[in-house]
């Protein structure tokens, strides 16, 4: 079983950053592939990016891509977000997930509780 706990959400002016991180539990985080996805109110859950295990291989949305740097530190257990240049429409719920290297949220095995970000204009 892998717990996942999200940190760094909040709000922030509309070019501003923020840095979202990921614990995971286990004691073997290393060898699962990690991704960030988001959900805005009345929307469904979208795919933001992912790393493999190693962090050798990364994928972002195409809405995201030259913002935001997913990375991870296997030494930590933690998976990392950093956003940059927020926009409004980055305002979401963004939830870590772990067991899949894929933009597909339901190849992934667990889910974090999520955590809020809001951008303001």
């Known amino acids: 079983q892998v717990q996942l706990v999200e940190s760094g959400g909040g709000l922030v002016q509309a070019g501003g950053s923020l840095r979202l991180s990921c614990a995971a539990s286990?004691?073997?985080?290393?060898?699962?592939?990690m991704g960030w996805f988001r959900q805005a109110p009345g929307k469904e859950r979208e795919f933001v990016a992912t790393i493999n295990w190693s962090g050798s291989n990364i994928q972002y949305a195409d809405s995201v891509k030259g913002r935001f740097t997913i990375s991870r530190d296997n030494a930590k257990n933690t998976v990392y977000l950093q956003m940059n240049a927020l926009k409004p429409e980055d305002t979401a719920v963004y939830y870590c997930?772990?067991?899949?290297?894929?933009?597909?949220?339901?190849?992934?095995?667990?889910w974090g509780q999520g955590t809020q970000v809001t951008v303001s204009s």
């Open positions: 997930a772990a067991g899949s290297y894929s933009t597909r949220r339901e190849l992934y095995d667990y």
């Open positions: 286990t004691r073997t985080p290393s060898i699962y592939p």
